[in-house]
């Protein structure tokens, strides 16, 4: 089984708003990734958790922050987004070198 | 620097056509190379990967991919299109530390 699971699929939010994504995945993976995707672009990266501890965080602005609860979960929480910030948000988790990538989460900021 | 250079971001092809979606990489050591397809509204999906061994290797829906090294080459091909097989496509080599450099992608058209 090769999957993770993301929360929501699709969320709409103010640029007052805080929320939550959510990435899930029980392959036993000690790495877990958070990318943006925007429309016609490959992903880019955001940040990587090695065994729960925060190992690269590409300058992302503060306003995105991620947390690893345990070793299968992972979310990324959001607060004061800009309208820039709509895009596609995978999460993924590695074996070795090989990531597998969830479904996204669909962020439109308003 | 390692970097990935897809050629060609819209590649057409009839149904039943060979498909070629080509992939150049630099690296400095010896890399891991993957291909990846993205369906509309969808995450990525691995369709193959080279780490060592044979140089040709098999993926899924059919795609498979050879490894050479002399032309720092990764191409991707199907024997026989499919209209289902229409999607982003993306070489990316692995730069170690939780790193993929992705290409900029190819978007294939199946034509009926």
């Known amino acids: 089984d090769t999957e993770v699971t993301q929360t929501p699929k699709h969320l709409v939010m103010g640029m007052t708003n805080k929320k939550s994504l959510k990435c899930e995945q029980h392959?036993?993976?000690?790495?877990m990734y958070w990318y943006k995707q925007k429309a016609k672009k490959p992903p880019e990266l955001m940040f990587v958790y090695s065994y729960e501890k925060l190992s690269i965080n590409e300058s992302v602005p503060s306003r995105f922050s991620p947390e690893c609860p345990n070793s299968s979960l992972l979310n990324l929480h959001l607060h004061a987004l800009q309208p820039e910030d709509s895009a596609l948000y995978l999460c993924a988790s590695s074996v070795g070198e090989t990531q597998y990538f969830g479904p996204g989460t669909r962020l439109l900021v308003l | 620097a390692q970097s990935v250079t897809q050629l060609g971001s819209h590649v057409s092809v009839s149904e039943g056509a060979l498909v070629l979606l080509r992939c150049n990489y630099s690296?400095?050591?010896?890399?891991?190379l993957f291909w990846y397809v993205q369906y509309p509204n969808q995450g990525l999906q691995l369709l193959l990967k080279?780490?060592?061994?044979?140089?040709l290797v098999k993926g899924i829906n059919g795609f498979e991919a050879e490894f050479k090294k002399s032309e720092t080459s990764f191409h991707l091909t199907k024997p026989s299109a499919h209209m289902s097989d229409a999607a982003e496509y993306f070489c990316a080599v692995s730069v170690g530390g939780g790193k993929l450099i992705f290409g900029q992608g190819t978007e294939l058209s199946v034509k009926p």
């Open positions: 392959m036993g993976h000690r790495a």
């Open positions: 080279y780490t060592t061994g044979a140089t």
């Open positions: 690296s400095s050591v010896p890399p891991y």
